[in-house]
């Protein structure tokens, strides 16, 4: 009898119950009971939502981050929150958010650093630890939800963050090595593990993905040194690994002395034959059969044709997942009333993914009579879909295949038209500028809300946008920034607003995902070829650009990006894909230059994220990610000058690949690691113009000018200060006016300072 399980579940709630019960309490709307009491009702609609499965995650629920609660739960918290005020929950969101509204100053705190988990669009607070970390457990919190669980009827499997992945997240400050307190880390997890048997719960789902990486022989040391210390606990252990494939790893996952190991059989399908013959007969194989990732449905005949064999072989040791924690992919498809009903035939949001689970294993155990009219439903929507003639377009397909190398080449090289576009663009030294939205207010959704019902005319939405451009505007005068943006007061989101303009994308309304804490996105979905009918943003810069004699940066996100963070077919190659969106895009950059912008910005937000975890298969993606970026962006003349941005990713070791983007000028995130993502010029010499961020945006705390000048005088220490820029870390979108505008009058005023004491 095939078993069936889940890693994770959506924690937001299918209409965002958790952001918005967050964000008031944040703003002092609501008490901390009220929060804790929606997160519980959550929970509970969770469990019910999955109580058809043998085994359901518990722990896989959380108020900002996993990752986050694991350092808590480890007893791992910064030492600058350790003593404050407050409780475990407030105390998160200072860890998570920085000082957190309504606190005085004497509870001010910095945030911690964010970063992407593995190569997904979700952000983890990066652990801190030092050759001084202590560990001490803290596990009440999920005891506690283990009873929770099983009052809705469920059976409970523990969700953790296995220790040697716990371990490759962190970052050791004082450069210490972080292998070295595995030693003291195995004993909580012990004690840990052994509540849980105390619990009597039966399976514990330990998370290590780092095995689908590049591992040095220190590193799989630990992993063995790991479950050699574990074995024998009272719970029995599934080691889980998803995102890619083990490879060389597979002889280490499979022989580690656990009772079940978890493998991506989306990504690792050809793996499993091998797996099976390296894996005991006495454990568990749990295979990822189900895209976690993605919202296409599974073709489930064609997973049986396979999986019947391995059925047969395995008995009860095969168990049934989707590939990872459904945290990445939207709740439920059917609170979506409005879209394409064709395509909507072709998807699964997670409880949809659930239920192929459930007909699988019912195929599996019972026989493909039991499930005969689910399983044709599914094999009349993978059949439309592979016949729709909405799918393909020869145009697109012929202009990819048409694009030359002479596409992705400036007219120049950057010294050339660096001294060009100085001469026309006139800005000072340490140009400041901003990363291109504004605070998102009330009205402003208020407005674009009705419109979208239909009880806001076009012509008056205008008109309410342009008067929010108009304050944007009119607010960076007053602030003396240099080159300005229009605010984006039109847009829902960065990839989102662009994509419902371009043929070959569809949306939801209702598909929500989390990035971090209460922000979530709603990815657009492409499913087809991509083509620009019309210029998309050329309105709104010409509008923005008519109100002020300063520059105005044009606002574009990159095909990469568009790639990255939309759901992609799945029936051709991202690289194909990206070089569609590549074409649309450029049109676009070159219709903004016709119109008299000057600046235009290309976001690259997500080209890190798009990074494969084997370092082997990055150069690949290198090649066509940077192409796609440098066709979009390479028609332009000297004079117009490209940014680019990128937030919340390590990019040193492709800094070769970043400066072969040949943008102008390149904004990063930086404040919260307090620039130390800039060591890697000391060793590489960045040729062209950057931009630090001094302002964290993901936090409400306002930088102090001294901490500003502080930040670009270590900046100006690798790169010579006539080619940096003052900038926030990202979007101003989620903070509202009155903390923006003090934190940009203190940028402004760093850089004036700044200026004054290069003359």
């Known amino acids: 009898m095939a078993v069936t399980h889940n890693l994770g579940f959506p924690r937001i709630g299918g209409k965002r119950e958790l952001k918005f019960a967050e964000e008031a309490y944040w703003k002092g709307e609501s008490s901390a009971d009220e929060l804790l009491s929606k997160g519980a009702a959550l929970r509970r609609q969770n469990w019910r939502s999955q109580s058809q499965l043998d085994y359901v995650p518990v722990g896989d629920f959380s108020f900002y981050d996993h990752v986050l609660d694991m350092s808590f739960m480890l007893g791992n918290v910064p030492e600058r929150v350790a003593g404050l005020d407050g409780d475990r929950l407030d105390n998160s969101f200072r860890v998570a958010r920085g000082r957190s509204a309504g606190d005085d100053d004497r509870n001010a705190v910095r945030a911690g650093e964010m970063t992407k988990w593995f190569d997904t669009n979700y952000h983890y607070i990066v652990p801190e630890v030092s050759a001084d970390t202590r560990f001490a457990l803290d596990a009440g919190e999920l005891l506690a939800r283990i009873d929770e669980a099983r009052a809705e009827g469920v059976t409970p499997k523990p969700v953790l963050v296995g220790p040697v992945t716990y371990l490759w997240l962190a970052k050791a400050g004082d450069g210490s090595d972080r292998l070295a307190l595995l030693e003291r880390l195995l004993p909580v997890y012990r004690e840990l593990l052994d509540a849980l048997g105390e619990k009597g719960v039966e399976w514990v789902q330990v998370d290590e993905p780092v095995l689908v990486h590049d591992l040095d022989d220190d590193w799989k040391r630990a992993l063995r040194t790991a479950y050699d210390a574990l074995s024998g606990v009272a719970p029995k252990l599934l080691v889980t690994s998803y995102f890619g494939q083990l490879r060389d790893n597979i002889d280490l996952a499979c022989g580690l002395p656990v ?153 120049s090289p950057y010294a050339e038209r660096a001294a060009k576009q100085h001469a026309h663009l006139t800005l000072p030294a340490y140009p400041t500028t901003t990363i291109g939205s504004f605070p998102q207010t009330k009205e402003i959704r208020k407005a674009r809300l009705a419109h979208k019902k239909g009880d806001l005319s076009r012509a008056e939405y205008v008109t309410r946008m342009q008067a929010e451009i108009e304050r944007s505007i009119r607010e960076q005068e007053a602030l003396g920034l240099d080159v300005l943006v229009h605010g984006e007061p039109e847009r829902n989101d960065m990839v989102e607003y662009f994509g419902e303009q371009l043929e070959g994308y569809v949306f939801s309304q209702h598909g929500w995902v989390q990035s971090f804490g209460s922000r979530c996105v709603k990815p657009p979905i492409l499913f087809g070829d991509i083509k620009r009918p019309y210029p998309m943003t050329v309105a709104w810069i010409k509008y923005a650009q008519s109100l002020t004699d300063k520059p105005v940066k044009g606002m574009l996100t990159g095909p990469v990006t568009m790639l990255n963070w939309s759901f992609v ?33 290309i976001d690259e937000a997500a080209l890190r994220e798009g990074l494969p975890l084997r370092r082997s298969q990055w150069q690949d993606y290198l090649d066509w990610a940077v192409e796609c970026f440098r066709i979009t962006a390479n028609g332009v003349r000297d004079e117009t000058q490209i940014h680019t941005h990128m937030c919340y990713s390590e990019f040193n070791d492709i800094i070769e690949s970043i400066a072969h983007m040949d943008a102008d000028v390149i904004t990063i995130e930086t404040s919260r690691s307090n620039m130390e993502l800039l060591d890697v010029f000391d060793r590489f010499q960045y040729p062209n113009e950057i931009g630090p961020g001094v302002y964290d945006i993901h936090s409400p705390n306002i930088p102090p000018r001294d901490q500003v000048i502080t930040l670009m005088t270590k900046a100006a220490e690798r790169i010579p200060a006539e080619r940096l820029w003052v900038n926030p870390d990202c979007g101003l979108k989620t903070r509202n006016w009155d903390e923006v505008v003090p934190a940009l009058e203190n940028m402004v005023e760093a850089a004036r300072d700044l200026r004054r004491r290069a003359a």
């Open 569 to 601: 077919r799945d029936d051709q190659s991202r690289s194909e894909s990206c070089k569609q969106l590549a074409l649309a895009i450029r049109e676009e950059v070159l219709d903004l230059e016709a119109a008299g912008v000057d600046v235009i910005q």
């Open 259 to 411: 009772a079940g190991l978890h493998v991506d059989a989306v990504k690792a399908r050809d793996e499993v034959e091998a797996i099976v013959a390296a894996l005991p007969a006495d454990k568990v194989l749990s295979l990822g059969v189900i895209d976690g990732r993605n919202v296409w449905k599974a073709d489930l005949a064609g997973l049986l044709d396979w999986l019947e064999p391995l059925a047969d072989k395995l008995g009860e040791c095969l168990w049934l997942a989707p590939s990872c924690s459904l945290l990445h992919v939207p709740v439920d498809l059917n609170s979506e009333k409005k879209m394409d009903p064709e395509i909507k035939s072709w998807l699964a949001f997670a409880l949809q993914k659930l239920g192929e689970i459930e007909v699988l294993a019912k195929a599996l155990n019972e026989g493909r009579d039991a499930v005969a009219q689910p399983l044709a439903r599914n094999a009349e929507a993978i059949a439309s879909r592979r016949a729709s003639a909405r799918v393909d377009d020869p145009g697109v397909k012929q202009a990819v295949h048409a694009i030359t190398p002479d596409m992705g080449k400036r007219r």
